[in-house]
């Protein structure tokens, strides 16, 4: 069975620190990873995904996550943070037919 | 021109009550979900159609019934309300490659259920 593993439930930053949320997943096989994010009272938006080829994706809104295969990781980076990235961050893992969602970590960021 | 819309966005019902959500995508998808939200933000799949057919039920209520009358709408009936039915239902859909059979799966606005 598929599974994912987010280890920062709640991260508080400055403007301008630099971010880097962890995301593990156990399943055997071929995967394809997204990062989603929901901000206040808001649906889930894409982020990023990765499905095959260079391990280092970028998305929008200047993050980026790299895919460390021999460590069963995606984790998700953004060099300056800034205010309105304060939100919800799903990472999420699709092994089978389902999209198995890791428990969410809190990002706020105070100017 | 939403990709995926789901009204209401939210309802507030009495215990007992039946209720319908009902979801609409309009980006020529094959694969159509359901997902739970609940208080603590966590995030489960509760049913999948793939062109009008099931493909996942997870261990849901039968009190939850999914309808899908065409591939581009699938509809959330509750029957019996109960208080734990409180939570965001997302909507969503994705086109699955024919070969992988995986895609990106693009999320509703939700539709915020309270139980009193």
């Known amino acids: 069975a598929q599974s994912v593993s987010q280890h920062n439930h709640h991260v508080i930053l400055s403007e301008a620190a630099s971010l880097e949320l962890g995301c593990n997943y156990s399943?055997?096989?071929?995967?394809?990873l997204f990062w989603y994010v929901q901000y206040p009272g808001q649906h889930l938006q894409l982020l990023l995904k990765?499905?095959?080829?260079?391990?280092l994706v970028k998305g929008i809104k200047g993050f980026e996550a790299e895919f460390i295969k021999s460590k069963f990781s995606f984790n998700l980076r953004k060099p300056s943070v800034q205010w309105s990235d304060t939100a919800e961050y799903f990472c999420a893992v699709r092994g089978t037919d389902k999209l198995i969602f890791g428990t969410g970590t809190r990002l706020q960021v105070f100017p | 021109d939403t990709a995926v819309s789901q009204t209401p966005k939210y309802l507030v019902t009495q215990m007992g009550n039946d209720k319908s959500i009902k979801c609409e995508q309009n980006l020529g998808h094959d694969t159509m979900y359901w997902y739970k939200q609940d208080s603590k933000k966590f995030l489960k799949i509760m049913f999948s159609?793939?062109?009008?057919?099931?493909?996942i039920n997870e261990t849901v209520p039968n009190r939850f019934s999914p309808k899908s009358p065409d591939k581009a709408h699938l509809n959330l009936h509750i029957n019996s309300l109960e208080l734990g039915d409180s939570a965001v239902y997302f909507c969503a859909s994705s086109q699955e490659d024919t070969i992988s059979r995986r895609g990106t799966i693009y999320f509703g606005e939700g539709s915020w259920l309270t139980v009193v």
């Open positions: 399943y055997g096989g071929t995967v394809n």
């Open positions: 990765y499905f095959s080829g260079d391990p």
């Open positions: 159609y793939n062109n009008k057919e099931l493909i």
